[in-house]
């Protein structure tokens, strides 16, 4: 697919995802919105899919919404927040979160407001030595968004999760690391092919099993150990049915490599 605002490639197994308004630090304006709730719907449809990419072009992984474009409609008297969360970053967040399929974030360089939520919605998150991460909100007056409220004090605690979104102070890579942000750091030029091993790793693994997991951990993040438990029974009847259980039972028995189709 040709899209106007990301670049798309899909290779082994791997689809990556890469933001393509450098010029904007990758900001989100309407048709980037377009673009990748376009790619998400791909990657589900696609069963060669088997892990996604999301990087930014450029200098910066994402910077949030393009204020200019929030500025323009503010001026015509045309601004609802409430509404264009609604018809964005909502379904957009709620699409990467329910993807049966991991998510690998790489984070180049800064991310920032929704862009920092877009990050935290993947499923991991691998960040170079230069990026950074900004609850940016309050800088202009506004509240945390995009799953900001839901995700980051799952990530770090709501000590921390307070300390970011009532201050917008900047943290660095080392510093998301050692809060719990990021899974790694690593050295700008090693970032892509540590991601890209890591995503082709993923995508020799048992796919369906993987959607299953993402689906019982958001579940339990709101519901009692009771419920979790019997919800893990419901996930675990789904995955022993799947070809690639039996292709991991059999190989465990033989001794041998696991060849998981994801099915």
């Given at each position: 697919?040709?899209?106007?605002?990301?670049?798309?490639?899909?290779?082994?197994g791997?689809?990556?995802?890469?933001?393509?308004?450098?010029?904007?630090?990758?900001?989100?304006?309407?048709?980037?919105?377009?673009?990748?709730?376009?790619?998400?719907?791909?990657?589900?449809?696609?069963?060669?899919?088997?892990?996604?990419?999301?990087?930014?072009?450029g200098?910066?992984?994402?910077?949030?919404?393009?204020?200019?474009?929030?500025?323009?409609?503010?001026?015509?008297?045309?601004?609802?927040?409430?509404?264009?969360?609604?018809?964005?970053?909502?379904?957009?967040?709620?699409?990467?979160?329910?993807?049966?399929?991991?998510?690998?974030?790489?984070?180049?360089?800064?991310?920032?407001?929704?862009?920092?939520?877009?990050?935290?919605?993947?499923?991991?998150?691998?960040?170079?030595?230069?990026?950074?991460?900004?609850?940016?909100?309050?800088?202009?007056?506004?509240?945390?968004?995009?799953?900001?409220?839901?995700l980051?004090?799952?990530?770090?605690?709501?000590?921390?999760?307070?300390?970011?979104?009532?201050?917008?102070?900047?943290?660095?890579?080392?510093?998301?690391?050692?809060?719990?942000?990021?899974?790694?750091?690593?050295?700008?030029?090693?970032?892509?092919?540590?991601?890209n091993?890591?995503?082709?790793?993923?995508?020799?693994?048992?796919?369906?099993?993987?959607?299953?997991?993402?689906?019982?951990?958001?579940?339990?993040?709101?519901?009692?150990?009771?419920?979790?438990?019997?919800?893990?029974?419901?996930?675990?009847?789904?995955?022993?049915?799947?070809?690639?259980?039996?292709?991991?039972?059999?190989?465990?028995?033989?001794?041998?490599?696991?060849n998981?189709?994801?099915?």
């Open positions: 697919m040709s899209y106007e605002t990301i670049l798309t490639e899909i290779k082994d791997v689809f990556t995802i890469t933001l393509n308004r450098p010029d904007k630090l990758n900001s989100f304006n309407n048709k980037m919105f377009v673009d990748l709730t376009d790619a998400f719907k791909q990657v589900e449809r696609n069963a060669s899919a088997r892990c996604v990419i999301i990087t930014g072009a200098k910066g992984f994402c910077a949030g919404q393009d204020l200019s474009s929030a500025k323009e409609r503010m001026t015509s008297g045309d601004m609802s927040y409430g509404h264009h969360l609604r018809e964005t970053y909502n379904p957009l967040i709620n699409r990467m979160m329910s993807l049966p399929k991991p998510i690998i974030a790489a984070i180049n360089g800064a991310a920032a407001g929704a862009g920092m939520s877009l990050a935290m919605a993947c499923d991991l998150r691998l960040a170079a030595e230069s990026a950074s991460f900004l609850q940016a909100f309050v800088k202009i007056g506004l509240v945390p968004d995009s799953g900001s409220s839901w980051l004090q799952r990530l770090v605690g709501r000590t921390r999760a307070m300390d970011l979104m009532l201050t917008g102070k900047k943290i660095n890579a080392k510093e998301a690391l050692e809060w719990g942000v990021v899974n790694r750091v690593v050295p700008n030029e090693d970032l892509m092919k540590a991601t091993d890591l995503a082709h790793s993923l995508a020799t693994m048992p796919t369906k099993a993987i959607g299953l997991i993402k689906r019982m951990t958001d579940y339990a993040a709101m519901h009692t150990l009771a419920e979790s438990l019997d919800y893990e029974a419901d996930m675990q009847e789904i995955a022993g049915r799947t070809a690639d259980h039996r292709e991991g039972l059999m190989a465990f028995l033989e001794k041998r490599a696991a998981f189709k994801g099915e």
